[in-house]
């Protein structure tokens, strides 16, 4: 069945609190859905989301839906979705870079692919190596009584035993103060990981880390900006905790000189990041191959996106420092009927069709910006 059409929507959902990273604060969440439906009126759903517009990356919502609907959709339209290796594999050599862009439409030719076949999305991904997968909370209020208070609640419920504090706003001194507070209170039940999104220079990430490590923490994520290369290649030499390359980690390129010249030594995962799943699965090779440890990481994806992560995540061998497709405990609502399930410190695989989730169109249509009058 050919693919008759491709719809972007951006949409705003709000989040239960104010999530504080060193760039932005997240208050609502701007996801973009794609619907592609074939011939037969079968709908394929996936969702990439960008983290303040363009704070983190380089994408912005308005741009992923621009690029889409004017450079990828014509190399969709009249195609089979089961096609969907071939079909990305053109639009890689007429669209460069637009990753998030490419995501959302392959993930949703994976989900329709999957769903005209009755079958979940992680068999045509090689098939799930895991039903449930070890899910990290981020602690990222604002307020380090808040923050603990939240990192208590949630051991007690065994939602989650890892948390990744969210740091480099403001004085990196208390940065480090925020995060001892934190490890002197739940540091002997869980484990914690900060995240600076490229907020420190090197000298200062010298000082820190060096605070962090004898501190505790289990790993720090991108402290350097993404152009420092060298600069996280030192880092990596001098500190045993674990350096993370997050931002730096894009293309299957950034990540193969990453794992070569050692700028980190692990990688965060993220669909939105690489360009889909199928990319997805490329660079956690380069990373296996160099033995780099994995994180499944997280763009705080609703219920949707989150589940394409689980289902690619749940064909991945091994992850060092587990998941943290948190993001449908983070946002207000969510627009499937259905959701991701959390159950004791993990997160388990959807096994329904495509990515395992159903659609609520109204509460599409409600957070959509402009474009609900074409949405039936
Ligand atoms: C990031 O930089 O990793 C992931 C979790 C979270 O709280 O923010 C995101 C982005
Ligand atoms: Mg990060």
């Not at 491709?6 to 705003?12: A, E, R």
């Not at 992850?319 to 497709?325: A, H, R, S, V, W």
């Amino acid at each position: 069945m050919k693919i008759r059409s491709v719809d972007i929507y951006i949409l705003d959902i709000p989040t239960v609190r104010p999530h504080q990273l060193s760039m932005h604060t997240i208050t609502a969440q701007s996801i973009v859905v794609a619907r592609i439906t074939n011939e037969g009126g079968l709908e394929g759903w996936a969702e990439v989301a960008t983290i303040g517009g363009a704070s983190y990356g380089e994408g912005t919502p308005e741009a992923i839906k621009a690029n889409i609907d004017q450079y990828i959709t014509p190399h969709l339209l009249g195609r089979n979705p089961n096609d969907f290796s071939k079909i990305m594999f053109e639009v890689s050599k007429a669209v460069r870079g637009n990753h998030f862009a490419k995501a959302v439409v392959e993930e949703a030719m994976i989900d329709l692919a999957a769903k005209s076949k009755n079958i979940p999305a992680y068999e045509l991904l090689g098939g799930k190596i895991h039903d449930s997968l070890p899910l990290a909370w981020t602690l990222a209020s604002g307020d380090t009584g808040r923050d603990i208070e939240e990192a208590k609640e949630l051991l007690q419920q065994k939602r989650h035993k890892i948390f990744k504090l969210k740091i480099g706003k403001g004085d990196p001194y208390k940065n480090v103060e925020h995060v001892l507070k934190i490890i002197a209170a739940v540091g002997d039940q869980a484990r914690v990981t900060v995240d600076v999104n490229q907020a420190w220079d090197e000298t200062i990430a010298n000082y820190c880390i060096e605070a962090l490590q004898d501190g505790g923490v289990s790993m720090v994520e991108q402290p350097l900006p993404t152009w420092n290369y060298e600069g996280m290649a030192r880092l990596t030499e001098r500190f045993k905790v674990p350096i993370m390359a997050d931002e730096s980690a894009n293309s299957v390129h950034d990540v193969f000189q990453i794992t070569k010249h050692r700028y980190g030594n692990c990688i965060a995962l993220k669909p939105c990041k690489h360009g889909g799943l199928m990319e997805t699965k490329k660079v956690a090779a380069i990373a296996e191959g160099s033995g780099f440890g994995l994180y499944g990481g997280t763009m705080i994806e609703s219920s949707l996106g989150s589940a394409a992560c689980a289902a690619v995540y749940a064909t991945i061998s091994e992850f060092e420092f587990g998941t943290e497709i948190f993001g449908p405990l983070l946002f207000k609502d969510r627009i499937t009927v259905n959701d991701l399930q959390f159950e004791n410190f993990e997160v388990i695989i959807p096994d329904g069709p495509g990515f395992g989730m159903e659609i609520d169109l109204d509460k599409v249509r409600h957070y959509a910006r402009d474009y609900s009058y074409s949405l039936s």
